[in-house]
């Protein structure tokens, strides 16, 4: 499984982006798809999630501003971030779940005015 991710940037806080992850490769595999963030000097911290039969769930500091959801048929997985703060900073990753686990390169999201 392959994974790139896109849509990072620069936004001031208040703002939204929306990130994108599409997975080639054996997708037909996957079981579930992450989204994680890793900021300066901390751990990669899991963000939300998206299962195969849709279920989603988010960490408490996200929930009910960010959305993760998925294309099918662009096999395509998205991250909807509306609100952003400063502590959203951070570098985004996307992971699959197959009886492995795969990672993207990772997109750059800076919240600052």
């Known amino acids: 499984v392959q994974l790139v991710e896109s849509g990072g940037g620069l936004v001031q806080p208040g703002g939204s982006l929306r990130l994108s992850c599409a997975a080639s490769g054996s997708i037909f595999s996957i079981n579930a798809m992450n989204w994680y963030r890793q900021a300066p000097g901390k751990e990669r911290e899991w963000v939300a999630t998206?299962?195969?039969?849709?279920?989603?769930n988010y960490v408490d500091s996200v929930r009910g501003r960010f959305t993760i959801s998925r294309d099918n048929a662009n096999n395509t997985v998205y991250l909807q971030m509306y609100n952003l703060q400063v502590e959203d900073t951070a570098v985004y990753y996307c992971?699959?779940?197959?009886?492995?686990?795969?990672w993207g390169q990772g997109t750059q999201v800076t919240v600052s005015s």
């Open positions: 992971n699959a779940l197959t009886t492995y686990s795969y």
């Open positions: 998206i299962t195969n039969g849709g279920s989603t």
